[in-house]
């Protein structure tokens, strides 16, 4: 085990939290956690591919404080009323009380639930992330975004409710499939491309390193991730503005991800890259960035083995105006405008609404094309 264990601080006034990135944390948890606890027990929600990896180990990490744990289906499909409903009922049959803490282990899909179960149980307890996944332990157990599905779209329903404490143990990155991994890697290349071209050239220098293995690789890329997240989410907790940066990539790739029926046609991740490459291909074309921009992402992309066009993309996929019909249905539309995350340059991502739907729409025309 590695000695090293970096701590990025969340400073929101009232809700500060540590995020404690390292090899080992899972047996070091009730070092880490016992602090926070007014009795010693916790209430476990995780997911049945977890808990038959994780679980054991994790409890045995927490020692000697109690912690019954339910494990749900896993997959996206488990962000619905039915199992959220479930989870609140077990965690109020386990007797959690209003100082308790609930534990979210697991990768994006049991960190939201959890999480938004947490925020409604007793009208509030407080909860730990534990994320499992690369996805989950750049960006999903950061920063207070919690919830679950509607029928009608991904995230509607939920609540801002910040984590007391996020365990990153990157030991557990390793049980991940290749797949998964790099499908979070996306997300590590986005805060590059939105926030820091220095991160994206190291990314360019160290990712192949990364993916293999490499422990310290591993560890520096999710603190650096986890350090943007921060700084945006301390800037702007509920998305009035800067936080928006964020969804670099996602306004393409929730459409993508739409088209292909949220299946493991496309990950969110890979949807995510992808959706960086367009958008970074929409700010040449509009004369924003470099016109070798969107190559230098795609280079990376393809150098990590990643999708980084539509022609990565198996099976049909609508035309331009459906995708561009299901980018309107996204979360960032605010007064019936679609808002659109471009960039000046690799490192510097804006917000904004001022983009002609016809250049979109030739943009992905000839993607579809290129098929
Ligand atoms: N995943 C985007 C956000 O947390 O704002």
């Not at 020692?63 to 339910?70: F, K, M, T, V, Y």
């Not at 994320?131 to 999903?140: E, G, H, I, R």
């Not at 071209?197 to 490499?214: I, K, S, T, V, Y």
């Amino acid at each position: 085990m590695s000695a090293t264990v970096e701590t990025v601080h969340v400073a929101l006034p009232g809700r500060e939290y540590d995020i404690r990135i390292g090899e080992g944390l899972l047996a070091r948890a009730g070092a880490e956690i016992g602090p926070l606890l007014r009795r010693p027990r916790v209430a476990i929600l995780t997911d049945e591919t977890v808990a038959a990896l994780h679980l054991a180990a994790f409890r045995a990490g927490l020692g000697d404080i109690e912690a019954p744990a339910l494990a749900l289906p896993a997959g996206e499909a488990t962000k619905c009323w039915a199992q959220f409903g479930r989870a609140v009922e077990w965690l109020i049959e386990q007797k959690v009380e209003r100082r308790d803490i609930v534990v979210a282990l697991g990768g994006g899909v049991i960190g939201d639930l959890a999480g938004f179960a947490a925020a409604v149980l007793r009208r509030g307890v407080r909860f730990v992330q534990v994320p499992t996944t690369l996805l989950a332990q750049v960006d999903s157990s950061v920063g207070g975004k919690t919830g679950i599905n509607s029928p009608q779209g991904k995230n509607l329903i939920g609540a801002f409710h910040q984590p007391s404490l996020v365990l990153a143990d990157t030991g557990v990155l390793g049980t991940l499939a290749p797949r998964d991994f790099l499908a979070g890697y996306g997300e590590v290349v986005k805060y590059g491309l939105l926030g820091d071209a220095a991160f994206f050239e190291w990314l360019e220098a160290q990712g192949p390193a990364l993916a293999a293995g490499d422990v310290a690789a591993r560890i520096a890329a999710v603190k650096r991730s986890c350090e943007a997240k921060a700084r945006i989410v301390e800037r702007d907790e509920t998305e009035q503005g800067d936080r928006a940066l964020l969804n670099l990539g996602h306004t393409f790739g929730h459409a993508l991800e739409a088209a292909t029926g949220y299946s493991d046609r496309l990950l969110h991740g890979e949807g995510v890259a992808i959706g960086c490459a367009l958008a970074f291909e929409l700010s040449a074309r509009m004369g924003l960035c470099a016109q070798e921009d969107p190559s230098r992402v795609r280079a990376h992309l393809d150098a990590m083995g990643m999708k980084k066009d539509l022609a990565d993309i198996p099976g049909d996929l609508p035309d331009a105006d459906g995708l561009i019909a299901l980018m309107a249905q996204d979360k960032k539309v605010q007064d019936g405008r679609l808002r659109f995350i471009l960039a000046r340059g690799i490192g510097e991502a804006f917000v904004t609404a001022d983009v002609d739907p016809a250049l979109v729409s030739s943009i992905l025309a000839e993607a579809l094309a290129a098929r």
